[in-house]
């Protein structure tokens, strides 16, 4: 009795430690897997195999598919990189698979990158050939809605303008500005470290502190990419993340810095003296005075 007693228990251990070993296989092999996608993220899949199908081009009988996707979110829809790594990993997946169900070529290794984006509302995809082609399909979803369409990236794009952004500061004896070329769509970050854009050197603007986008009208849309002492319009202070549209008699204030900021089109108005401009290959400084202000991050 206790010699069968014991091999049952023998028999019991094997199998449960097989079971364990097997659900581990299972999961390094992928044989189990399944998406914890939403529905959102299923369309969204969904909508990125169409639009390979769409962007098909055809060498022979070979057929190529953009290898270069780009997906921008809404800056608030994730809430840490490690859910962005988790959809980045699902869609690629699925990529992967529709690729080689339908006997796709790339002409170059697959490139997914995901970000979030702070002018975005729902998801813009953006997909091309890179170097091997210009143009592409662009697709615009919102996650929470199922209505989206597909056209080509040529259609949608307004023709580029170029502009000039003026950057004043306010009550400043010394009249300082900074005017830097823009096109329209342009992305300007603004903050104190030297990577940015525009360098603000004071210790109340964090160092990535604000972001400010050109759109196809001509406006000027700014956001607080959360900074810590904050990025304010005529006083009131923005919430991070959203984005704002600045007027020509609005006063913004970057931490402490008081400034004024204008669009101006290139080819019609007269360019300032920019002596008073100190200006780097990548970015473009504006000094301020060192006050005893509450730091930056």
Do not use: C
């Amino acid at each position: 009795m206790s010699t069968l007693r014991h091999k049952s228990l023998l028999d019991y251990l094997i199998g449960g430690l097989l079971i364990k070993l097997g659900g581990f296989i299972d999961k390094v092999t992928g044989r189990n897997w399944k998406p914890s996608s939403s529905l959102a993220t299923s369309e969204l899949i969904d909508k990125i195999k169409k639009m390979l199908d769409f962007e098909v081009k055809k060498s022979g009988t070979v057929k190529f598919v953009p290898h270069e996707i780009k997906i921008r979110i809404q800056w608030d829809k994730f809430s840490d990189a490690g859910s962005l790594d988790k959809l980045r990993s699902e869609i690629l997946v699925a990529i992967v698979d529709h690729i080689n169900d339908n006997l796709y070529h790339t002409y170059a290794p697959l490139n997914l990158e995901i970000k979030p984006d702070y002018f975005v509302d729902g998801v813009v995809l953006r997909a091309g050939f890179g170097e091997f082609a210009s143009g592409g399909a662009e697709l615009v979803i919102n996650l929470d809605k199922s209505e989206a369409s597909v056209v080509s990236a040529k259609e949608q794009e307004p023709e580029k303008s170029s502009h000039s952004l003026l950057i004043k500061y306010l009550n400043d004896p010394e009249g300082r500005f900074i005017e830097i070329p823009v096109e329209t769509g342009s992305v300007v970050s603004v903050g104190r470290a030297k990577e940015n854009h525009v360098v603000l050197e004071n210790p109340s603007v964090s160092k990535i502190h604000a972001s400010l986008k050109i759109t196809a009208d001509g406006e000027i849309l700014i956001s607080d990419v959360g900074s810590t002492n904050g990025t304010f319009i005529n006083g009131e202070r923005l919430d991070v993340g959203k984005a704002y549209r600045l007027n020509r008699d609005s006063k913004l204030r970057i931490g402490t810095v008081e400034l004024s900021i204008t669009l101006r089109d290139r080819d019609r108005e007269p360019q300032h003296d920019i002596s008073s401009v100190s200006s780097g290959s990548l970015s473009t400084t504006l000094m301020t005075d060192q006050l005893d202000m509450k730091g930056g991050e």
